[in-house]
């Protein structure tokens, strides 16, 4: 028995087919789906999404959205997405130094709105980094 998995953002369907295991960043912490789960949503993070399939673990960068699970299917509804297989590991790097650059610059300032878009950046550049890596 599996679940089938549909990741689908704005501008394309990221993954359509069937997993033995989802592991999903919610709001709340990292969320295992397994067959026979009981129906639900929740709200998803920017994080990593991982797959089993026969065996072997696979990684899609989420920007954030939400899932839904119900009767061994998982739908995944983001803002942005992005298989980690398909990751240059040396921009993703570049990309986490340059956001935590960014960051260190609004170190003293409360919540600006500058702030919040360089955290964002930051929580986007790791979510990639880690995806590119498994």
Known sequence: MSLTLRV??????????????????????????????????????????????????????????FAEVEADDVTVLVNGAELGSKIDTNSAEIELEQAKNE?????????STEKVKAQ???????ARLQASKS
């Not at 704005?10 to 067959?35: H, N, R």
């Not at 960051?103 to 919540?111: H, I, R, T």
């Not at 964002?120 to 790791?126: C, D, E, I, T």
């Open 8 to 65: 689908l953002a704005p501008d394309q369907s990221v993954f359509d087919g069937t997993a033995d295991e989802v592991i999903l960043p919610s709001t709340t912490g990292l969320l295992g789906i397994l067959p026979g789960h009981i129906s639900m949503v929740t709200a998803l993070d920017t994080g990593v999404l991982r797959v089993l399939n026969d065996g072997q673990w696979n990684s899609i960068a989420l920007m954030g959205g």
């Open 103 to 111: 960051m260190n610059k609004f170190e003293d300032q409360a919540n």
């Open 120 to 126: 964002q950046s930051l929580n986007r550049a790791r």
